[in-house]
């Protein structure tokens, strides 16, 4: 008998305001991303991507210790780090981010525990 795996599409996010209410309500750390980002290159103490390298889909998490944004938090700009810390963090503006999820290039995740 064959399992059926269950594909998850992500949140459909239609607005800034709905990512932004979205944070706002479950918490920064409970919304995740899974985003195209490159492989970090190191040499010596520089890291750096190469734009010839593929885009590869990472998990990432809002890196809000590196967040520079303005008044409301994350309404302009959102930074996202990668669980695995070979591949760069990326910098959205949140209009941006909205956009890709909608053409499905960045997946938006709600992580709530069951108790």
């Known amino acids: 008998m064959k399992k059926e795996t269950k594909k998850d ?13 979205i944070i706002e309500k479950y918490g ?3 919304v995740f ?5 490159r492989p970090l290159r190191n040499i010596l103490f520089l890291s750096y991507t ?3 390298d ?3 889909a990472q998990m990432a ?17 959102i930074r996202l780090q ?6 760069a963090s990326q910098r959205y503006y949140t209009s941006d981010l909205v956009q890709l999820a909608r053409d ?3 997946k938006i995740l709600l992580h709530i525990p069951v108790t």
């Not at 599409?9 to 209410?21: H, R």
């Not at 991303?33 to 980002?37: D, G, K, L, V």
């Open 104 to 106: 499905g290039v960045v």
């Open 9 to 21: 599409d992500g949140l459909k996010i239609e607005t800034t305001d709905q990512l932004l209410d």
């Open 61 to 77: 998490y809002i890196d809000e210790e590196k967040d520079t944004s303005v008044g409301r938090r994350f309404s302009y700009k």
């Open 54 to 56: 593929e885009q590869i």
């Open 50 to 52: 190469s734009s010839s």
């Open 82 to 87: 990668p669980f695995n810390p070979n591949y």
């Open 28 to 30: 920064a750390d409970r």
């Open 33 to 37: 991303f899974r985003i195209p980002t």
